[in-house]
């Protein structure tokens, strides 16, 4: 049976909002690779990934709950084999995942997850932080202060 | 031979930057969509879709399909093979992810990550994010790889 991507995801999340490092391990990819394109970002591997975490000035803002994400890409796609029976095309292992989360100083920023899976495991992660920003959002573009 | 969704997203991406309305009409379904999510904007149809594009502050910003960096999720074709031993496309929900890096007029760079979904082969809603590039955090830095981003 196919992996269910919202049940990889629930675990990870909650493993990782727990603080549970060996459990956030036991889902990860050994050649897990994680990206942030808006600043250049890139680490290799769990450790990498988990030392951010612990050294979050503030403390970590928590990951979204799986019921609060958007996942795009989950729709199973089947065939109907030539003897007529029903199968499985290649489970999607490539998401794209929508999500808020607000930060110790109260902004809420939307984030924006990549996501591809291996093995079972979460193998990459390429995210993007978008902020929530006045109406309309054109002039609030224009005039943004980059931090 | 149908236009590739790839050759699709590309017209469409050009058509938007160069304000190319003869171009983008007929991409656009009569019942499009277009939110913002982070400003909470929704605008309805092709000519709410003009009117913000050509009011925009400061111009368009320049963004181009032949960046490296733009790509496109869930462009992957699913085929079935039929009990007549024939080969369909299968359907489905024609969701797309599309993610470029837009230059703007004051010198700042955007990600622009957009959830577009197709009816008809047109564009039917889109779901467009802002992601301003930022500097990596100092306490980061010791940590990640910095991959240069031009």
């Known amino acids: 049976m196919a992996l269910d991507p919202r049940d990889f995801f629930a675990a990870f999340t909650s493993a990782v909002n727990a603080g549970d490092r060996e459990a956030a391990k036991a ?6 690779t994680a990206e942030i394109p808006q600043s250049g970002e890139r680490s290799h591997g769990f450790d990498q990934f988990w030392a951010q975490f612990e050294a979050y000035p503030g403390g970590a803002p928590r990951m979204p709950a799986v019921p609060e994400i958007h996942f795009i890409g989950e729709d199973d796609r089947w065939a109907i084999s030539p003897a007529y029976t029903v199968v499985p095309l290649a489970a999607p292992n490539v998401f794209t995942m929508l999500g808020t989360t607000r930060y110790p100083d109260g902004r809420v920023w939307h984030v924006l997850m990549l996501v591809e899976l291996r093995n079972e495991r979460l193998f990459r992660l390429e995210s993007f932080f978008a902020p929530e920003l006045p109406a309309p959002l054109a002039e609030s573009i224009a005039t943004y202060q980059h931090g | 031979m149908p236009e590739s969704r790839q050759d699709f997203f590309r017209r469409y991406v050009e058509a938007i930057a160069e304000r190319d309305f003869a171009a983008l009409e007929p991409m656009i379904h009569p019942d499009y969509v277009g939110e913002y999510p982070q400003s909470g904007e929704r605008f309805r149809g092709f ?6 594009l050509e009011q925009y502050p400061g111009g368009l910003p320049a963004a181009r399909f032949d960046d490296a960096r733009t790509k496109i999720l869930g462009e ?56 301003p590039e930022f500097e990596p955090p100092e306490w980061r830095k010791g940590i990640v790889e910095i991959v240069p981003r031009d």
């Open chain 1, 27 to 32: 889902l990860m990819h050994p050649d897990f």
């Open chain 2, 47 to 52: 000519a709410a879709l003009r009117f913000q």
């Open chain 2, 76 to 131: 992957e074709e699913r085929w079935a093979i039929s009990p007549g031993y024939t080969v369909l496309p299968l359907t489905g929900p024609e969701r797309y992810t599309t993610l470029s890096r837009a230059p703007y007029p004051d010198g700042s760079r955007w990600w622009v990550v957009s959830i577009i979904t197709l009816k008809d082969d047109k564009v039917w809603r889109a779901e467009t994010y802002f992601a």
